[in-house]
């Protein structure tokens, strides 16, 4: 980031010239030069829309589901950062025809006999009254490219947008990922069914404070558990120190432990703690919109849990998310399974993240205010759902 700083702080076309001036104006060298200036500004939007997009509840639910950080980079970021990332493209063709054409018209840049639109304005010029045309022409297509980039620009960002509908996204639906071997056995304890799960009391502290979860959290199979407290004491961060997405820093655990069916969550490392989000614990957020990606259609991000825990096909785990949307109360699921999260209601969200949580039928499910901005009737449906499937053996 230093570097591309230092490189901005300088205007690109009088660097551009004096570089020319030095080497060889061989289109080679412009082409370098041209993208060594412009690279810098491109790195720095991608890092400015990398940062707001990790940030997002989509990336922490995927998070939550297991997902690796190339699964992240890959299919959760850097479809998100792309329609930013393609409008500044085609705006930079315009911008990079443009400084080409003023260095050949003030003689740095491809010289005679080498075409350039520049080149021809120069030498057009000295025959402006009797042949205008040589001028005027060149002229146009410099102004008819320009314009159409950003044009260009413009579409794609629209395109690429799934609230419009957009076409090139969908090629980001049909998501795969590559079957890899079992990771070793954590132990005999993974597997082990106990009938009791316990989670003792994890102190949690941060940069601006500290705050301790209760002493000790015991939680019989089959049973429901309620944290109450007031706003900001602690209960969205007791839940995700338990699904070990404790944002750190500038939070960290500094005692105590999380067991589950006899394992200490605390001291597995972070790919043996993946292999255990959204199989054995899972969690429902507060505002599905945020928490789903809005670039994916829902199907899709259900299939996802079956892709990277049971490394199960894409296609085949779209059935069974089209089965889950339908055991949720989702009317019409076939259809609703290609629909974007900002093409259902509340409810609806909902139930489908309901759906994404207990895809795998886990032994821990936390549901951190399920029912926020949800109407009154719409809250009793999500409560009593939840409950018919705690009482239910089966979930799928």
């Known amino acids: 980031m230093r570097l591309s700083d230092a490189i901005q702080s300088f205007p690109s076309l009088f660097l551009a010239v004096l570089f020319l001036y030095i080497v060889e104006p061989r289109i080679e060298n412009i082409v ?28 922490d639910a995927a ?31 315009g911008v990079l025809m443009l400084v080409e054409s003023a ?23 000295d025959w402006i009254q009797s042949a205008w045309w040589l001028t005027v022409f060149p002229g146009l297509c410099i102004a008819t490219v320009s314009i159409s980039c950003n044009v260009l620009s413009n ?3 629209l395109a690429t947008n799934p609230s419009n509908d957009g076409v090139w996204i969908r090629t980001f639906t049909h998501r795969t990922l590559a079957c890899r071997p079992c990771c070793r056995n954590l132990g005999s304890n993974v597997a082990a069914a106990f009938d009791r799960r316990l989670i003792r009391g994890v102190p949690y502290c941060a940069w601006y404070g500290a705050c301790s979860s209760p002493d000790k959290l015991d939680r019989g199979s089959s049973r429901n558990l309620a944290i109450i407290g007031e706003s900001g004491s602690g209960k969205s961060v007791l839940a995700r120190t338990i699904l070990g997405t404790l944002v750190s820093p500038p939070g960290h655990v500094t005692a105590g432990r999380i067991r ?25 957020f507060q505002d599905a919109l945020v928490a789903f990606n809005p670039l994916y259609q829902i199907g899709w991000q259900i299939a996802e849990v079956f892709n990277i825990h049971r490394y199960m096909p894409m296609k085949a785990g779209f059935e069974r998310a089209i089965g889950l949307l339908r055991r949720v109360g989702i009317p019409n699921p076939e259809q609703r399974a290609h629909a974007y999260p900002h093409q259902l209601s509340g409810g609806m969200r909902q139930r489908a993240m309901i759906a994404l949580a207990v895809a795998l039928e886990p032994d821990v499910l936390l549901a951190d205010e399920p029912t926020t901005a949800l109407d009154v009737t719409v809250q009793a449906q999500i409560m009593a759902l939840l409950e018919s499937l705690r009482k239910k053996p089966g979930w799928l």
């Open 32 to 59: 370098i030069l041209l993208v060594v200036g412009r690279l810098p500004m491109f790195i720095r939007v991608a890092r400015a829309e990398t940062v707001t997009v990790v940030n997002s509840l989509f990336v």
């Open 103 to 125: 260095l050949s018209f003030l003689g740095v840049g491809i010289q005679a006999p080498g075409v350039s639109w520049g080149i021809m304005v120069s030498e057009g010029r």
């Open 63 to 93: 998070r939550c589901l297991g997902a690796s950080g190339w699964w992240l980079c890959l299919y959760e970021i850097a479809p998100a950062i792309l329609p930013t990332m393609l409008t500044l493209a085609a705006l930079e063709i």
């Open 155 to 157: 579409w794609l960002r």
């Open 260 to 284: 589950l069916n006899g394992i200490d969550l605390l001291a597995l490392d972070a790919r043996s703690y993946r292999k255990l989000q959204g199989d054995r614990v899972a969690m429902v």
